[in-house]
């Protein structure tokens, strides 16, 4: 299951993995050559870990040319905080944080009934582009993810409000991409558009890439709930009716702890990690976000209000 | 090694394209059983009596609510051999924009016909769609042959039709494969039920044809994105740095080949060819490298280096258009061309005829309105290093964009000869 290096010429054709890498930095260079404050999203999660490690190669053995910005939901798992502020520190990044619960405190947001925080990174991160005057904001997302961003362009035009309209978008032809926009307006960037889950993974162990750890197996009190296993926190306590039991467990994807689940898993390195995506019956989103189970375009309408 | 194969299917629901490329990722494993479980729940909702695969592929609120596929969307599914991406064009609302956009990438793009009706207005379009965009194999897959009992004579009579109008188009490679996708014959595994076929099923073909070669017997193009310039924020090492940073459009290169930079004429060697994970002597396309020059150029983004047979930069510029915008194009409009990793300002000289995908004839017309194929003549700003489309699709092809709002107006296809004639060989007019 081991990929080849993906920079390794052996033949005059490309594996998939490296024309997706290939592709993925000319997106990346095409966006900083034509746009003026381009920013990272950046949570400590796999797929904005391979986005910034593409923005790293982009440019070598010049520095990432633009800050990282990550947004806060007050409810991330530690470990993924400790891992990112490592990061930012070794690549001598500029880090900024929108703060969610800076919002609850000071009343502009409301919690919501069911605890969870993932809608609530909105607002936040508006804010934070605006106020950045960012043009360009580059995510890890993929299009395998999730029905509505199948539709998605790579580089995908955001109103003043950050909305996304998915019936007027421009045609992308070729690979001349179009980030013109009016004052106000901004593009979001998903270089990794064309990438899977297992791409990603390949790539993770192709290029010897750390991650947080709780992406890889390891023993965790979780409990049962809407039948994903939910790590027991300070801001996901059991309910009387949920036993709480030490289970291996791993991520596949991390976010808010309070919607995202952990999968029983024993793969405890990137290969096990592999073997296991490549046998899975169920998407990651499917099998461990709560807040997507909402409804049949819950992402669909998340994004069209400005979410990533 | 896995290699990809990028393709792009159209048709109208009604020719049960989304079902076929239902089919495509179900029986690759690529549907996943929660994707499914919706799929179910959604159809036994609606009260169909099996589950529609259709479903998997229409992720919009609109398009659920409607019955209609609305936007181009992506799909992804592999094989041990090989990985793909599917880009899923629909036929009922804007399918030349749909069509268009997703054959510029496409090396193989599929069509759907329903057997019972044969090849339709749309089909033939679709045809002149791919045939113009230059996608390098397009395979017509007859469906719902369960539906004629897998009679072979309606399948013989659609191939001869394809086969007619392909020839007539100059299509280069042209295969037909009668399937059902609802039942799934022919789409992995080759169907018991149609003994008198003897050809791939769907995925077998697709596994096997080449993708575009951009490297063998093509000259080398390397359109710079960026110039990477450190100085004092790289290491001690790299303070005096200069490096050309792009992705190779097409041929390869070597450390010493002789490079012209164009539109600037200058002309110097690769000094090295650079990428974070270490140097190489050679690298072909489409690899993203950075490239050191023995001279110091005074060159930047939107300069080509080349090598071979070198384009001649010109600043009128001759193509063939898909006008994508709503405001039909006149002479006299103001619009920017980007061209490669250079944008300039340029001006409509004339448009010269309109193809009539109907009849796939040239007409004369003097406008474009949206969704229409036509000849124009640019003025440029600045001169470009364009090619014809017909011997490069990366550096042949170019967009058309409104100044002031930013929007994507046209896919642009160089033709280098000079004066369209509208009486001259529709083969010659296409391209």
Known sequence: MTAPAPTAPAASRLNHLATLESEAIHIVREMVAELERPVLLFSGGKDSVVMLHVARKAFWPGPVPFPVLHVDTGHNFPEVLAYRDRVVEELGLKLIVASVQDYIDDGRLLERADGTRNPLQTQPLLDAIAEGRFDAVFGGGRRDEEKARAKERVVSLRDEFGAWDPRNQRPELWSLYNPRHRPGEHVRVFPLSNWTELDVWRYIEAENIPLPDLYYAHNREVFRRDGMWIAVGEVTSPRPSEVVETRRVRYRTVGDMSCTGAVESDAASVADVIAEVAAVRVTERGATRADDRLSEAAMEDRKKEGYF | ?431
Not at chain 2, 100 to 125: F, K, M, W
Request: aromatic share 6%; with cysteine.
């Open chain 2, 1 to 431: 090694m896995s290699t990809l194969l990028r393709l792009a299917t159209a048709g109208s629901v009604d020719d049960g394209k989304s079902t076929l490329v239902g089919r495509l990722l179900y029986d690759s494993k690529s549907v996943l059983a929660d994707q499914l479980d919706a799929v179910r729940r959604v159809s036994e909702d609606k009260g169909l009596g099996h589950v529609d695969l259709a479903l998997l592929t229409d992720g919009l609120r609109a398009e659920r609510e409607q019955g209609i596929t609305i936007d181009v969307a992506y799909r992804y599914f592999a094989t041990p051999a090989r990985t793909f991406i599917l880009a899923d064009c629909p036929g009922h609302v804007q399918y030349t924009r749909n069509t268009v956009t997703g054959s510029s990438t496409a090396d193989v793009l599929v069509l759907l016909v329903d057997i019972r009706y044969g090849v339709s207005e749309q089909t033939r379009r679709h045809l002149s769609v791919g045939r113009l965009l230059r996608v390098p194999h397009v395979i017509v897959a007859v469906n719902k042959i369960d539906l004629v009992d897998y009679a072979e004579e309606p399948y013989a009579a659609v191939e001869a039709e394809v086969r007619r109008i392909a020839d007539s188009l100059g299509v280069p490679d042209v295969w037909t494969i009668p399937v059902s996708a609802l039942v799934g014959d022919n789409i992995v595994d080759r169907s018991a039920r149609t003994p008198w076929y003897t050809g791939p099923s769907l995925l077998e073909l697709l596994e096997t044809l080449e993708p575009e070669d951009a490297v063998a017997d093509s000259p080398f193009r390397f359109p710079v994105q960026l110039t990477i310039r450190p100085q004092g924020a790289a290491a001690p090492e790299f303070r005096d740095y200069r490096g050309y940073a792009g992705r190779i459009a097409t041929g390869r290169v070597r450390v010493g080949d002789e490079v012209t930079a164009l539109p600037s004429g200058r002309v110097t060697t690769v000094a090295g060819i650079d990428t974070a994970a270490g140097t190489l002597d050679e690298a072909f396309a489409p690899m993203s490298v950075t490239l050191r020059l023995a001279d110091d150029l005074d060159i930047g983004r939107g300069e080509l280096l080349a090598s071979g047979s070198v384009p001649e930069a010109s600043a009128d510029l001759d193509g063939t258009v898909a006008w994508l915008g709503e405001r039909p194009l006149r002479q006299g409009a103001r619009v920017l061309v980007k061209h490669g990793t250079r944008t300039v300002q340029a001006v409509v000289r004339g448009v010269h005829g309109r193809l009539d995908l109907d009849t796939l004839a040239p007409t004369a017309a003097d406008e474009l309105a949206l969704n229409d194929i036509g000849r124009v003549q640019l003025r440029l700003a600045a001169p470009i290093a364009a090619e014809d489309y017909a011997s490069s699709r990366t550096n042949g092809s170019f967009l058309l964009i409104d100044p002031q709002t930013g929007a994507s107006l046209a896919a642009g296809m160089v033709r280098a000869s000079a004066e369209p004639e509208l009486d001259a060989d529709l083969l010659d007019w296409v391209i």
